[in-house]
């Protein structure tokens, strides 16, 4: 018996066609761990040799420093709430050790500084100061969620994380409302 050809389809062809192109751009890449890192700058030294400290770019490193600033505020607000209403105080340590861990995560960039400021006046009760905190933890997160997307590699990993971990405070930090009879 004979075998007849096979007929691709245009549909196959087309498919083909779009996906191959990407293959062989996602083969050229290079994913090195022990390369540079992304989002770092390697300056040569006058003599032609790379220096052996990278530099961050600059613009990664006022992404970071914004964030940085924007977490350190968000700690001086649980900080507050936590002297004003002692009772909130287990509630609220997970979030102020998430932050002190973000911190020093943002920190760990070269240039990376967080601009001192002044804590956030505390609300009047202990319900509208949650409330309060979880509003701080929403806008963060939209900030640093934008942010993420601005940058690329292990910085936007980071913001994103960051991100994340403020939308989870967010939905916790607020108030559960009442349900009324019917």
Do not use: W
Request: proline share 7%.
């Amino acid at each position: 018996m004979p075998i007849e050809p096979r007929r691709v389809s245009r549909r196959s062809l087309l498919v083909s066609a779009a996906l191959v192109p990407g293959a062989v751009t996602l083969a050229g890449c290079k994913d090195d761990p022990a390369g540079s890192t992304p989002g770092a700058v390697n300056p040569s030294s006058s003599d032609g040799r790379a220096q052996e400290t990278p530099t961050a770019d600059p613009a990664v490193v006022a992404a970071l420093s914004t964030a940085a600033t924007q977490v350190t505020l968000l700690s001086l607000a649980f900080a507050g709430t936590s002297r004003k209403f002692p009772a909130l105080r287990t509630q609220l340590a997970a979030g102020a050790k998430y932050h002190a861990s973000h911190l020093a995560k943002l920190k760990e960039t070269a240039g990376v500084t967080a601009a001192a400021g002044k804590a956030p006046a505390v609300a009047g009760t202990s319900s509208a100061a949650l409330t309060a905190l979880a509003r701080q933890e929403k806008a963060a997160a939209i900030a640093h969620a934008a942010a993420a997307a601005k940058v690329s590699g292990a910085p936007a990993r980071l913001l994103a994380m960051i991100a994340a971990a403020e939308t989870q405070l967010a939905t916790t930090l607020t108030p559960k409302k009442k349900a009324t009879a019917p």
